[in-house]
């Protein structure tokens, strides 16, 4: 009897980590449904004035970020990247890796950023018409917006939390 108990419950075990392995395993490779070719194919500004005096004297670095967190990548000044269909980018100058870094906003929520400073840009390449917002430190609003085709310049400075919809 302790056999099969034995049996049984190896045979349960294996099933449940295989099952635990395919779905987590498909939820962290799995695009939201409406990202798919619809991107806009975006290039980066050359880097900000004053980005290689930062460096050059050994001013202390801090790596831009967004909680919570959303996809983000490196990309060189100059260099492109692609803002997909019902997404909101945002760049702004990573110092500890002297390239621009853009965040992809897609998951309708409010955002709350850490290090972001000096002008930066955004691309709203949302789907559905949502109105966008950028919030000051005090949660007082600082502009919305609609979807729009191109860039906008912004002072990232002042933005403290971005809402995507």
Partial sequence: ????????????????????GVTAGSAQAAAP????????????????????????????AVSPSVSPSVRSEHVAPGGTFSCLGGEL???????????????????????YLSNWANTGYYWDNQTGNPTSTF???SGNVIKTFKPFDGDRDQDWNSVWSIRNC
């Fill in 33 to 60: 449904l409406d990202q798919g070719g619809a991107g806009q194919v975006l290039r980066v500004p050359a880097a900000p004035a004053g980005a290689a005096v930062a460096s050059a004297q050994g001013l202390a």
């Fill in 135 to 137: 919030y000051g430190q």
């Fill in 89 to 111: 980018c945002a760049a702004v100058w990573d110092p500890t890796t002297s390239n621009w870094e853009i965040f992809h906003f897609y998951t309708c929520n409010r955002y």
């Fill in 1 to 20: 009897m302790r056999h099969k108990r034995s049996l049984v419950g190896a045979i349960s075990a294996l099933i449940l980590v295989l099952t635990a």
